[in-house]
């Protein structure tokens, strides 16, 4: 790493740390620091060109208040936005805090080996990350391991990223501008309702508002422990497709009511259609025996 380059005081994977889902109240916070409050972005794939994903992207992070650093990466590009764009990752001037790869399934693996290699800390991406005649492990299976192996949160593959309001941070592609911050966390799997109750209801303000698709390595349980940690949250809404982590999932609502923190959950994929559904969207696999209806009530 360069001389120089600032360091962030990052805590390691919270499940390589704690264990049976038993998280220490600070842990998923600063783990996920890198990733939901960060001080400098670089977008990966944004072209010149209005009406481009990335493009979009990037404007909805300029127009949303981000205060930090911003950095375009594309080598076909000099300026995006007035603002300087840079050949690659390795060419930044530091590691950025949150690399955005907005580019297409096929450049997901080195773009992302890339970030780590770089120094970058953490990463969201918005594509699918699946590839026809793809053979196993599977693309997600292989990003999912980088992000584990780099103990780098990532939210996505598969999402729309996120909103964090009180930090000025829109993370997403979704045109929201500047939004009012309020007391409610949002977890969504699901992309339309993520959007319908975002932006449509000013009555509804939001702490943190979450896409986190394929959860490749940070899941439901991790951003609600960070809700819960950040002081602002007073309510959590969570529409699941899935409970990946059902230990620290608990641990979160054990903490939720010990908080008076009220949770209100909906999960889908319970009839066949639903779950190849949950399956083709977010690679959730419905477990009939997961134990939610024993853990919520």
């Known amino acids: 790493m360069r001389s120089g ?13 704690e264990g049976a889902g038993k998280l220490h109240a600070t842990s998923a916070s600063l783990w996920l620091k890198p990733l939901l409050e960060p001080r400098s972005i670089a977008f990966v794939g944004a072209p010149d060109r209005p009406g481009a994903f990335g493009r979009t992207t990037l404007a909805q992070t300029l127009a949303g208040g981000f205060k930090g650093k911003v950095f375009p990466v594309n080598p076909k590009q000099r ?21 955005i790869l907005a580019v297409a399934n096929g450049m997901l693996e080195e773009q992302l080996t890339l970030a780590i290699r770089t120094g970058c800390r953490s990463a969201t991406i918005f594509a699918s990350a699946y590839l026809d005649g793809d053979k196993p492990p599977l693309l997600t299976e292989r990003l999912a391991r980088l992000a584990r192996e780099a103990q780098m949160p990532v939210c996505g593959a598969n999402c729309m990223g996120y909103y964090h309001p009180a930090r000025g941070t829109n993370a997403g592609w979704y045109e929201a501008g500047p939004l009012e911050p309020g007391p409610i966390g949002l977890i969504s799997h699901s992309g339309s309702l993520f959007l319908s109750l975002a932006a449509n209801d000013p ?36 529409f699941l497709e899935t409970v990946r982590d059902p230990a620290k999932f608990t641990a979160a609502l054990e903490k939720a009511n010990a908080q008076d923190v009220p949770i209100v959950a909906v999960k889908v994929g319970k009839t066949a259609e639903s779950a190849r559904l949950a399956r083709s969207h977010s690679g959730a696999i419905n477990r009939r025996r997961c134990g939610l209806r024993g853990i919520v009530r």
């Open 203 to 238: 009555r509804a303000t939001y702490s943190l508002f979450v896409s986190p698709g394929q959860e490749l390595s940070v899941t439901a349980a991790d951003y609600m422990h960070y809700m819960l940690d950040d002081g602002a949250t007073r309510v959590i809404a969570l």
């Open 5 to 17: 380059w600032p360091t962030y005081l990052v805590a390691p994977a919270p499940s390589l740390l």
């Open 79 to 99: 300026e995006i936005l007035g603002l300087k764009c840079y050949a690659s990752l390795a060419d930044l001037p530091e590691p950025a805090d949150l690399v």
